[in-house]
């Protein structure tokens, strides 16, 4: 039972750092409506940002962290500027979507000739050891612990954001109607880059965490949560927010169990199985909305 | 109306001279001792690389939809072929052994494609293309973790190891889970490939010309007004994405004889190289069938060519992709395209 719970809360921390990163996803998704395929290498960018500050600048783990956020929001936006705001209206739907998978190749590869491809040793950004409960039995590390909390205040911060401020609620405008919104006065390309630069940020914040709990860093690191995250997040039903946060705690527990209790070889196989499942079953997800297709 | 038939006609022969010219110089060179053995040995990967493109394409340039799970049917294709040309290794002769695996890798690749097709194409775009993702991706970690093994009983299949498939004292174990499938014959060969690439672009090119391929196309371009005009969706996009997942398949049964220990890993069968694929389809051309060809044959032997850009050549090929895809697809680019042709058109006159 004690092992059960041991899992259950790793569990948890795997699901927090997807919810992080499906909430970047089902922002830019929502409102942008595109699949940022990239989003998943902007981990991997802020977690090299953080590790070459803390290694090779021997700075300290806070400065690295607010470091890489910087970085990732500047990659993000200007990654929105450049490649996929061209695109904006392209008579094909699948323009912006193979320009985002370049973009991820595109990182990828640069991460590869800037920092090689030996596998980097992580130092955690979280130093507290956590906490030993049940006379020993059920050891719960700190970084596990940090994780959930960064997690669920990200999630009560974005949802004031978005519900309370002028920006927010033009993010929501822009998310429903993009021409109704520019009637309306709203700026949207500003506002998509606001969406960026927030989903970029929240990806530097996951990759820290991500890269604590699992301290090897490659240039390959982002890529396959990146992917998770996006199934967590049509799990929950793309652009809903607390949605992504659901989506990502119950894909962590599903991806932990099954490595445990089944084969660890195959949850890869078992978190797919359920994307496939929930878009045949219910394509909006737990907590998306239905939009008819109109002619 | 005859004119335009054969305009397609030629524009077809084109496409087959270039690949048999490029044979003849390539074998040429060989037979001239001009080729380093490791340049020889990339003739054969470069050719299914070359009919793995132009099966994507079809997908993506001509069905219209972006599948990111290729590899996943060429592993399905390798590994069904190589299980077929492992157990009839001793039983069957070379030629009619090689041919009989090419159709059953093309027919398990299609039944896979046919399969994955029913509930995928009921997606489209984003979700299409992470769905077929998820479908390669599960292809490949099933056969990663599988076991397979023939004795005198028949067939035994194990997914914990080789020793739990429980077989009498004659079985032979086919698939050794990640250490995947050893000593399959290395049957395939540059000119067996260069045929089966051409016989893939045979299909290919009159299926597009064909009305069959309009209906595809008209789906791609405007699917209410394909159905308005009483096109069966459902039907086509089936029948365009099992072609496709054969021609992958028929990649994957050269790949799986052209290599003496077959695993299902990331290297081979991941999305990356799905992605890898996709690069060469969008570098040629979408909607080109010999632009993939040439893509395709161009960029697997350019590093070979010069190794000192090798190091920059992934990020070479991920900046002209996405600058690709803006000159071409950008409302402003396009729009500007236009306005110069228009120009030069009016001073033409």
Redesign the interface.
């Known amino acids: 039972m004690l092992s059960f719970l041991q899992y259950l809360i790793s569990g948890l921390s795997l699901g927090s750092i997807y919810a992080i990163i499906a909430l970047g996803y089902t922002m830019v998704?929502g409102i942008a409506k595109?699949?940022n395929f990239a989003h998943g290498d902007f981990i991997m960018i802020g977690s090299y940002v953080i590790f070459t500050v803390v290694t090779t600048l021997s700075g300290g783990s806070i400065p690295g962290l607010l470091v890489a956020i910087v970085c990732c929001t500047l990659i993000g936006v200007t990654t929105e500027r450049i490649?996929y705001r061209?695109?904006?209206?392209?008579?094909?739907?699948?323009?912006?979507?193979?320009?985002a998978?370049?973009?991820s190749?595109?990182l990828?590869?640069?991460a590869?000739?800037v920092f090689g491809s030996d596998t980097k040793s992580f130092t955690p950004v979280v130093s507290w050891s956590g906490l030993v409960l049940a006379d020993g039995k059920l050891r719960i590390q700190g970084v596990t612990i940090i994780t959930i909390i960064v997690s669920i205040v990200i999630l009560i911060a974005l949802q004031t954001f978005v519900n309370k401020t002028r920006e927010g609620q033009a993010m929501l405008a822009v998310a429903q109607d993009k021409g109704a919104a520019t009637l309306m006065g709203i700026n949207v390309n500003r506002t998509i880059s606001i969406t960026f630069a927030i989903g970029s940020a929240l990806a530097a914040v996951a990759g820290a965490l991500l890269c604590s709990a699992y301290p090897s860093l490659t240039p390959y690191t982002g890529a396959m949560p990146g992917?998770k995250a996006?199934?967590a997040a049509?799990l929950g039903g793309i652009g809903s927010i607390p949605g992504a946060m659901i989506g990502g705690l119950c894909l962590g527990i599903v991806e932990i169990l099954s490595k445990t209790y089944i084969?660890s070889?195959?949850s890869?196989?078992i978190v797919?199985?359920i994307?496939?499942i929930v878009?045949?079953v219910r394509?909006t997800g737990i907590l998306g909305k239905n939009i008819q297709e109109k002619? | 109306m005859k004119k335009g038939l054969s305009k397609t006609s030629l524009n077809q022969l084109i496409t087959y001279g270039i690949v048999i010219a490029a044979y003849i110089i390539l074998q040429a060179l060989r037979s001239a001792g001009m080729m380093t053995s490791h340049l020889a040995g990339l003739l054969v990967p470069m050719t299914y690389y070359a009919i793995a493109a132009v099966a994507l394409n079809f997908c993506v340039g001509i069905l219209g939809e972006l599948s990111l799970g290729h590899a996943g049917f060429m592993c399905v294709g390798a590994f069904s072929s190589a299980i077929f040309s492992n157990v009839f290794k001793e039983t069957l002769p070379g030629g009619l052994r090689f041919f009989l695996a090419f159709v059953i890798g093309i027919a398990v690749a299609a039944l896979f494609g046919f399969l994955i097709g029913i509930p995928v194409l009921r997606l489209k775009g984003d979700y299409l293309a992470i769905v077929t993702l998820a479908f390669g991706e599960i292809i490949k970690n099933v056969l990663n973790a599988v076991y397979l093994g023939k004795d005198s009983k028949g067939f035994h299949v194990s997914m914990t190891n080789s020793m739990a498939l429980g077989m009498e004292e004659d079985g032979k174990v086919i698939i050794n889970g990640a250490m995947g499938i050893n000593g399959t014959p290395r049957d395939a060969n540059f000119t067996i490939a260069v045929i089966v690439l051409l016989i893939v672009l045979f299909i290919v090119q009159n299926m597009i010309n064909s009305r069959d391929g309009r209906a595809i196309m008209a789906i791609r371009d405007n699917r209410i007004a394909a159905e308005s005009v009483g096109i069966n969706i459902t039907r086509y996009k089936m029948l365009a994405f099992t072609i496709s997942a054969a021609m992958a398949g028929a990649a994957g049964v050269l790949f799986s004889h052209n290599i003496s220990t077959l695993q299902s890993t990331s290297q081979y069968f991941g999305y990356n190289v799905s992605i890898l694929i996709l690069v060469y389809v969008v570098l040629g051309g979408i909607g080109s069938i010999r632009g993939s060809v040439i893509a395709a044959c161009i960029l697997y032997l350019l590093p070979e060519m010069l190794r000192s850009l090798n190091k920059y050549r992934m990020l070479i090929y991920a900046i002209v992709l996405i600058a690709m895809m803006i000159i071409n697809w950008a409302p402003a680019a396009r729009e500007m395209r236009e306005r110069f042709f228009a120009k030069f058109r009016k001073e033409a006159v």
Request: charged share 5%; aromatic share 12%; net charge negative.
């Open positions: 998704y595109m699949l490649a061209p695109l904006r209206g392209a008579a094909s739907p699948l323009a912006v979507l193979i320009t998978i370049g973009v190749y595109f990828e590869n640069l590869l000739l992917i996006f199934v049509v084969s070889q195959l890869d196989a797919f199985g994307l496939i878009l045949l394509p002619v």
